[in-house]
């Protein structure tokens, strides 16, 4: 098993640019979650999804979108970069609620630059 | 608000020398604890689950122990190996069915040889 595996690993934007983000599990988990990591901030929350074509907003959800097209895939788009941007990117997945497991697996994280 | 905070921000041991770091958690309900580690460049590795009050778990040189109020992660005769970030996140029993975790800064543990 892979686990969750996140593409590219890294990237550097000008302001104004696009790109998308690709997080593939393979766990088969209903959960997924997309979080940025900046230093003394800790983790941060963006956008997250409890199934195939549901998504839902998280703590900072704002200059992201989404989508959950199937279930092992959670993609995250920045529609136009902005240096506030440049930030650590992880994906994580779990089980539902009510699973006797409810931990949280993270992938490699994807390192985003934004000139 | 649920709120998680680590102390000390920054820790350095010699090889051997053991110690604990602690997690201050605030949360409407606690549905579960959890203890990270993460090493420079990489994901959060899951190390434990603590679920109530008097929990504890081990794995190896670490021990997680939970209250109502906070958690510690003991290291026992710590190896450079352990040199890492732990982090520590809460899950609000009254969150809803998204398993959202709400995580500390971590603490950043230097073991030396």
């Known amino acids: 098993n892979a686990g969750v595996t996140q593409t590219p690993k890294f990237r550097v934007l000008k302001t104004g640019q696009s790109m998308t983000l690709l997080c593939a599990q393979d766990m088969n988990h209903e959960y997924m979650y997309w979080y940025r990591q900046d230093p003394g901030m800790g983790l941060r929350l963006i956008h997250y999804?409890?199934?195939?074509?549901?998504?839902a907003k998280g703590e900072v959800p704002d200059g992201y979108n989404v989508s959950r097209l199937k279930k092992q895939n959670f993609l995250l788009g920045l529609e136009s970069a902005a240096p506030s941007q440049t930030s650590v990117y992880f994906c994580?997945?779990?089980?539902?609620?009510?699973?006797?497991?409810?931990?949280?697996?993270f992938g490699p994280g994807t390192r985003l630059t934004v000139l | 608000e649920d709120q998680v905070t680590q102390s000390p921000e920054a820790l350095r041991l010699q090889e051997g020398e053991s110690s604990s770091l602690n997690c201050s958690y605030t949360?409407?309900?606690?549905?579960?604890l959890f203890w990270y580690r993460q090493d420079p460049g990489k994901g959060p590795e899951f190390l434990f689950t603590l679920y109530s009050a008097g929990e504890e778990k081990e794995k190896e040189r670490l021990k997680a122990t939970l209250t109502k109020k906070e958690s510690f992660l003991h290291i026992t005769a710590p190896k450079p190996e352990d040199s890492a970030t732990y982090l520590c996140a809460v899950q609000d029993r009254y969150g809803g069915a998204t398993n959202k975790l709400i995580f500390g800064t971590g603490t950043l543990l230097a073991v030396q040889p």
């Open positions: 949360v409407s309900g606690l549905r579960g």
């Open positions: 994580a997945s779990s089980y539902a609620s009510g699973s006797s497991y409810n931990e949280q697996f």
């Open positions: 999804s409890v199934g195939e074509g549901t998504t």
